[in-house]
């Protein structure tokens, strides 16, 4: 009998205190038929990336303790880091993975927003294919103008009411974008050089909305704590546009600015379909700790 798992990979507004990730941590890990495969810390962006695999069930009691947890521990209104975000909790997306249909995921990603709509009194807003109004499905459309502006639309705008709890900002925790989506790849490269403008031209020039790579978001990122910058990626179908095929986007048009490639790394995992040994050294990726395979980090899982 095949196992039902989906994949979440909850963004949480953090990438510093480590004692706040610790608590996170191990409130993920406390919960039964659920494995916390990777966390990936970025204290330029300012944020943590979970990847976690579970039943349906666990998951949800998993993702629901997730966001109360961090809503007792952090202040969206002390936070200042390089990556947009809504809330302490900023997106947190169900992802089909074995036995589960996107069906089944959007219903999950519904019961969850309710519970922390009406439980924590946190605005949510459903996107991608959970989502209930079209004109804000993209998650960059909810981002857009961050904290404020999203608090200025709810305010003016009835089309901006949330799908669940309060149509006013959290006072610590801000708001919530919960969905459904296929398997994305959060790929970055950080470039040779202090220019902003020249990673953010590199990002306009390969991603979608420009006329760029299919499937592919971008945006240009500063590196303080390294002197550098960086295109930030998001690869929302690997199957049109590969790693490879967005490295080299970047590559050719760093290029045109006579600027090298320093390194490039992924945050969280890959599946296996996605993945060449050739591409660590190629695309000049960064350590990827034990295996960036998530099958490989579910068979060496103890929970399954």
Known sequence: ?????????????????????????????????????????????????????????????????????????IDIRQHQGAHPRIGVVDVLPWIPLQGVSMEDCVAYAKDLGARVGQELEIPVYLYEQASCVPSRAKLETIRRGGVSALQARMKTDSEWHPDFGPPLIHPTAGAIAVGARFFLIAFNVVLQSEDLE???????????????????????????????????????????????????????????????????????????????????????????????????????????
């Open 1 to 73: 009998m095949i196992r039902r798992l989906v994949e979440s990979v909850p963004n949480i507004s953090e990438g510093r205190d480590q004692a706040v990730i610790a608590k996170l941590t191990a409130g993920l890990q406390a919960v039964p038929q659920v494995a916390l495969l990777d966390v990936h810390v970025d204290p330029d962006h300012h944020r943590s990336v979970f990847t976690i695999v579970g039943e349906p069930e666990a998951m949800g009691t998993a993702l629901f303790r997730l966001v109360q947890q961090a809503q007792q521990l």
């Open 198 to 304: 020249v990673a953010g031209h590199i990002a306009k020039a390969i991603r979608t909305s420009n006329g760029g790579l299919p499937f592919v978001k971008a945006m240009g990122v500063p590196l303080l704590s390294r002197q550098l910058v960086q295109v930030s990626m998001n690869l929302t179908d690997f199957r049109k546009t590969s790693l490879r095929m967005a490295f080299d986007a970047v590559k050719r048009e760093a290029h045109r600015f006579g600027v090298d490639i320093v390194e490039s790394e992924i945050v969280g995992l890959v599946p296996q379909v996605a993945w060449d040994e050739k591409l660590l050294y190629d695309l000049k990726l960064t350590s990827m700790g034990s295996n960036p395979i998530i099958e490989h980090r579910l068979e060496q899982s103890s929970v399954f």
